[in-house]
């Protein structure tokens, strides 16, 4: 069956700090999918990164950074220089694409990032 | 804006009556899940249709059921509500409902069983 652990419940930091947002997944599945999610206070689900199963490489995109490492099932997700609007709730999540289960979502990161 | 409408955003209601929740999905989008957000259970896939038929199942109890009309929306009947249904109901859609598909979520609709 498929999990996904994200273990920090809340960070908080202060702006600019680089902060990492941890995310370890386990799965049977050769072929599967890695997504982040962001939650901000208005409740709406915001898709950022996906990720699938045959893909290494590591993105960056303007102050958003992942690091996927199949190694160690893991999917992190880097945010350098933080700021207020960071603030929100940051899911993981994961597919698989042999038995089509649907997205399995961590249990969230809080982030606060205080001014 | 993610283009998914939900309705209603708010819903307050008792123990033992029945409500439904509506979606109507991203213009083009085939595809519609619904997933449940309660504080103990995390965000839990309930349901998913594609074009009118029902495509994958997760953890949607017997008193909950689904449907996605011909042009598309989709309604979540919830019945004989107990307290512990209380949560934040969203609906996602995407255009082919492959599990490699980004999902644009709704809203929610916060749904308050007193």
């Known amino acids: 069956a498929q999990k996904v652990t994200q273990a920090q419940t809340e960070i908080s930091v202060v702006e600019k700090e680089d902060v990492t947002l941890d995310c370890v997944y386990e799965?049977?599945?050769?072929?599967?999918?890695l997504f982040w999610y962001k939650q901000p206070p208005s409740g709406e689900l915001v898709f950022l990164i996906r990720r699938n199963s045959f893909d290494e490489q590591n993105e960056i995109s303007g102050r958003y950074s992942w690091n996927f490492q199949k190694s160690t099932s893991s999917f992190n997700f880097t945010i350098t220089a933080s700021q207020v609007v960071d603030s929100a709730v940051y899911f993981c999540a994961l597919s698989e694409g042999r038995s089509a289960r649907q997205l399995t979502f961590g249990s969230g990161t809080q982030l606060t990032v205080l001014p | 804006d993610s283009g998914v409408t939900q309705t209603p955003k708010h819903l307050i209601t008792a123990t033992g009556q029945r409500v439904t929740l509506r979606c109507s999905p991203r213009?083009?989008?085939?595809?519609v899940y619904w997933y449940q957000q309660s504080l103990d259970q995390g965000l839990q896939f309930l349901i998913q249709?594609?074009?009118?038929?029902?495509?994958a199942k997760g953890n949607i109890l017997e008193r909950f059921s689904a449907q996605q009309f011909p042009d598309l929306h989709s309604e979540l009947n919830l019945s004989s509500l107990e307290l512990g249904d209380s949560a934040l109901y969203f609906c996602?859609?995407?255009?082919?409902?492959?599990?490699?598909?980004?999902?644009?979520f709704g809203s929610g609709t916060q749904l308050s069983v007193l």
């Open positions: 799965t049977r599945d050769t072929t599967y999918y």
């Open positions: 213009s083009g989008d085939l595809s």
């Open positions: 249709y594609y074009n009118g038929e029902e495509r």
């Open positions: 996602a859609s995407s255009y082919r409902g492959a599990t490699n598909e980004k999902l644009f």
